[in-house]
T-cell receptor, first 112, second 109 residues
Framework: ETGVTQSPTHLIKTRGQQVTLRCSSQ?????VSWYQQALGQGPQFIFQ???????GRGNFPPRFSGLQFPNYSSELNVNALELDDSALYLC???????????FGQGTRLTVV | DQQVKQNSPSLSVQEGRISILNCDYT??????FLWYKKYPAEGPTFLIS?????DKNEDGRFTVFLNKSAKHLSLHIVPSQPGDSAVYFC????????FGTGTSLTVIP
């Protein structure tokens, strides 16, 4: 068990709605990354937070936004949900100078 | 643009035999390579890694080989066990982690 926890585990939303996903990072880790994994694909990098600042972003539109809190936990917010946003959303935590990231179990988002 | 590629979506191996999972990458600036294992309904679990300055790293039944000139790495599992059946993702570290699309390994008892 990695110590990275995500909530909720499953979520169903309607197109156009907004969603917030949460992640508690592993103790001692100050970097949190979010990934989207569509069916049959590998995890795709959304963005990374280091000490409450966005520290890198993948090819995702601005309606994907995030926050990191002083305790290094994090939120992923997605506005104006689209059907193609249906995916497994993974959070990973690591330390600066990391050589590996530790993942949570993911949140399965279904947009209908 | 897929910088890390796993060209075999699936692999079946008999229990006790060797499993070889392959991964290719395009960016010579990647400095660390990792393999993750994923079971259904769980997040990826770190398995083994290798620095770009090495060509082999071994951990029990798992060995990762890196061929920088070919921009290729492979994961060898020997002997394969039914509990190894999972999806294996190759990842490379640059300014972020880049993941391949995964190879689904089935170990047949």
């Amino acid at each position: 068990e990695t110590g990275v926890t995500q909530s909720p585990t499953h979520l169903i939303k309607t197109r156009g709605q907004q969603v917030t996903l949460r992640c508690s990072s592993q103790s001692g880790h100050n970097t949190v990354s979010w990934y989207q994994q569509a069916l049959g694909q590998g995890p795709q990098f959304i963005f990374q937070y280091y000490r409450e600042e966005e520290n890198g972003r993948g090819n995702f539109p601005p309606r994907f936004s995030g926050l990191q809190f002083p305790n290094y936990s994090s939120e992923l917010n997605v506005n104006a949900l689209e059907l193609d946003d249906s995916a497994l959303y993974l959070c990973a935590s690591s330390s600066r100078g990391y050589t590996e990231a530790f993942f949570g179990q993911g949140t399965r988002l279904t947009v209908v | 643009d897929q910088q890390v590629k796993q060209n075999s979506p699936s692999l079946s191996v008999q229990e006790g035999r060797i499993s070889i999972l392959n991964c290719d990458y395009t960016n010579s600036m990647f400095d660390y390579f990792l393999w993750y294992k994923k079971y259904p309904a769980e997040g990826p679990t770190f398995l083994i890694s290798i620095s770009s300055i090495k060509d082999k790293n071994e951990d029990g039944r798992f060995t990762v080989f890196l061929n920088k000139s070919a921009k290729h790495l492979s994961l060898h599992i020997v002997p394969s066990q039914p509990g190894d059946s999972a999806v294996y993702f190759c990842a490379a570290r640059g300014n972020q982690f880049y993941f391949g699309t995964g190879t689904s390994l089935t170990v047949i008892p």
